[in-house]
């Protein structure tokens, strides 16, 4: 079974950036749909970005301009370079693969 570990969060001030990174088990990574998703207190989980096996890349129109996603399959890892950071990017940010795999998330907390 493919399992998922993200890292890479933590506090940064408005205006930093962070970078975020899933690394996945398995040999089906090179071919999946990779994506990261996020979610505040108190609101539902919602798409940040995704990435094909293509490296055709979609995003949110709110981080749009400030985050960019990208893979490396010889590593099996996803990332995720956030760059401009708002109080509003706070959030748990969980990596996703395929349809239904899931990692644990990662706190990022924009904050001064």
């Known amino acids: 079974q493919v399992q998922l570990v993200e890292s890479g969060g933590g506090l940064v001030q408005p205006g930093g950036s962070l970078r975020l990174s899933c690394t996945a088990s398995?040999?089906?990574?090179?071919?999946?749909?990779m994506g990261w998703y996020r979610q505040a207190p108190g609101k539902q989980r919602e798409l940040v970005a995704t990435i094909t096996w293509r490296d055709s890349t979609n995003y949110a129109d709110s981080v749009k301009d400030r985050f960019t996603i990208s893979r490396d399959n010889a590593k099996n890892t996803v990332y995720l370079q956030m760059n401009s950071l708002k109080p509003e990017d706070t959030a748990v940010y969980y990596c996703?693969?395929?349809?239904?795999?899931w990692g644990q998330g990662t706190q990022v907390t924009v904050s001064s």
């Open positions: 996703k693969l395929g349809t239904s795999t």
């Open positions: 398995g040999n089906i990574f090179s071919i999946a749909t």
